[in-house]
């Protein structure tokens, strides 16, 4: 709560921690009693602290009034508000001091002033007896500021702390109005500081409500894609299997028409002019479709020179196979004796058979034979599209 004070007037608590007591009121009160009887202001109490010029009226030897009043009022107006009277009873016995005034002096009588009015007259005794010696506009003047001091001193004398009232009420009232105008300003910032809250609060559910509907439409779209995405992997993988169980049929279909075939080799090593023939005949029987497995199972059987060479159960494994070979026997052969270390070998085969071979990972080789060239090629064409389909 800031101080409310004029300087001339105002203690010197009130300049440094602005505290109310009843001695700060004594001291605004003897104050305006100074400039009534001096005609000045006291000096400034924070003049006075640095360096204290006050003039003590009880040194001023002002005619008219009671040296115990003087002195009244220059106790009210001790700088410090230790060495003030500390009440308004304290004080008024200093007041009321006064010894008889010499003649042509003013004379403050005490008496007890009643808030109630007397039920009859009472006789007329004047409170305050100006000198008839002064004359004209100064006389008026002073009588009026006597008047006024008298009024004062009455209310003080008589137990009259109306004048110190009404200076509190006065604060107390500025005080409210302040304390008024902070809790509205404060009100004022509260409601702004909510309004912006709630604004911001709606502003955010706009948002989060903008958010969740993108978030809706855009989930909406990716379950769409992705259903849109397995019903063509579906009808893909349909459109495969599909496929993928004509191709292992027209192959199994193309093998097992090839029945028994029955051929002849004749083989010359260059080297030793050496010349041998055999004879071979050769069958895949039992041929099944295994779709799952993605290959053709079988039983091969090969007799070479009427003695059995081979005869056991394999498979065509087409999802394993990393390579194709479509070649004729003779160059089959060659290969392999190649491999067994016979460079110098060269052989023939009657008829013409033709050898469709596989490969995986491994090199590992897996074959069928055919009698003719055009079939041996629908075969190979057939076994490609079967490998990519199983991949």
């Known amino acids: 709560?800031?101080?409310?004070?004029?300087?001339?007037?105002?203690?010197?608590?009130?300049?440094?921690?602005?505290?109310?007591?009843?001695?700060?009121?004594?001291?605004?009160?003897?104050?305006?009693?100074?400039?009534?009887?001096?005609?000045?202001?006291?000096?400034?109490?924070?003049?006075r602290a640095i360096e204290d010029r006050y003039l003590p009226l009880s040194g001023l030897a002002m005619s008219g009034f009671a040296p115990g009043l003087l002195s009244g009022i220059d106790s009210g107006l001790a700088l410090k508000a230790s060495q003030r009277p500390q009440s308004i009873a304290e004080w008024r016995p200093l007041l009321t001091q006064a010894r008889a005034a010499m003649a042509?002096?003013?004379v403050i009588k005490p008496?007890?002033?009643?808030?109630?009015?007397?039920?009859?007259?009472?006789?007329?005794?004047?409170?305050?007896?100006?000198?008839?010696?002064?004359?004209?506009?100064?006389?008026?003047?002073?009588?009026?500021?006597?008047?006024?001091?008298?009024?004062?001193?009455?209310?003080v004398a008589g137990g009259g702390y109306?004048?110190?009232?009404?200076?509190?009420?006065?604060?107390?009232?500025?005080?409210?109005?302040?304390?008024?105008?902070?809790?509205?300003?404060?009100?004022?910032?509260q409601q702004k500081q909510a309004e912006e809250e709630e604004r911001k609060a709606a502003?955010?559910?706009?948002?989060?409500?903008?958010?969740?509907?993108?978030?809706?439409?855009?989930?909406?779209?990716l379950e769409a894609r992705q259903r849109a995405e397995a019903e063509a992997a579906a009808s893909a993988a349909a459109q495969n299997a599909a496929s993928l169980r004509t191709s292992l049929n027209t192959i199994r279909t193309l093998m097992a028409q090839q029945g028994r075939i029955d051929y002849s080799t004749v083989a010359h090593d260059s080297a030793t002019g050496q010349t041998w023939s055999s004879t071979f005949n050769a069958e895949a029987s039992n041929l099944t479709v295994d779709e799952q497995a993605c290959r053709i199972r079988y039983h091969w059987r090969t007799v070479v020179n009427g003695k059995v060479d081979?005869?056991?159960?394999?498979?065509?494994?087409?999802r394993l196979a990393t390579s194709l070979t479509l070649t004729s026997m003779a160059e089959d052969m060659t290969q392999l004796a190649i491999k067994a270390g016979h460079n110098t070998w060269g052989l023939s085969?009657?008829?013409?058979?033709?050898?469709?071979?596989?490969?995986?990972?491994?090199?590992?080789?897996?074959?069928?034979?055919?009698?003719?060239?055009?079939?041996?090629?629908?075969?190979?064409?057939?076994?490609?599209?079967a490998m990519k389909l199983c991949h």
């Open 203 to 221: 502003a955010d559910a706009a948002a989060l409500a903008r958010a969740e509907e993108q978030a809706a439409r855009l989930r909406a779209e």
């Open 111 to 155: 008496q007890h002033i009643s808030v109630v009015p007397p039920m009859a007259p009472a006789p007329a005794q004047p409170a305050v007896a100006l000198t008839t010696a002064r004359t004209g506009g100064k006389s008026a003047m002073r009588s009026l500021l006597l008047a006024g001091v008298a009024a004062v001193l009455l209310l």
């Open 1 to 47: 709560m800031p101080a409310i004070f004029t300087p001339g007037y105002a203690a010197l608590e009130q300049f440094a921690s602005g505290r109310q007591e009843p001695t700060t009121d004594i001291y605004g009160l003897s104050a305006t009693l100074y400039r009534a009887i001096a005609g000045k202001e006291p000096p400034s109490a924070i003049d």
């Open 310 to 318: 081979k005869d056991f159960d394999t498979a065509l494994p087409f």
């Open 349 to 385: 085969v009657n008829p013409q058979i033709w050898v469709v071979s596989l490969y995986d990972a491994d090199h590992r080789q897996y074959v069928a034979d055919f009698r003719d060239r055009a079939t041996a090629q629908s075969a190979a064409d057939t076994m490609r599209q």
């Open 104 to 106: 042509g002096d003013a």
């Open 162 to 189: 109306y004048a110190v009232i009404s200076v509190r009420a006065q604060q107390e009232r500025q005080r409210a109005e302040v304390e008024a105008q902070r809790k509205a300003d404060e009100f004022a910032a």
